[in-house]
């Protein structure tokens, strides 16, 4: 799993606004609620390694867009 408070957040959102995508149509695609998006989004709960994945496909996200947003605390 992934620590979802080590998220960032503002990232995630940025590359969800460029995707285009409706929200709706990325929680269907994670099988998960809106509301449980919302809560991994805000690190009430956290990310599975598969949501991970699913995400960066869907976002089309690079390694390093990735690692940014969900691995910052390895950055540093």
Known sequence: ???ARN????????AIERSGL???????QLGITRQGFHYKRTGK????????YV????????????NEIFFPERLV
């Open 1 to 3: 799993m992934v620590k």
């Open 7 to 14: 998220v960032d957040t503002d990232r995630l959102d940025a």
């Open 22 to 28: 409706r929200v709706s149509y990325i929680v269907n």
């Open 45 to 52: 709960t956290t990310f599975r390694q598969s949501e991970v």
């Open 55 to 66: 995400l960066c496909d869907l976002l089309k996200l690079t390694d390093q867009e990735k």
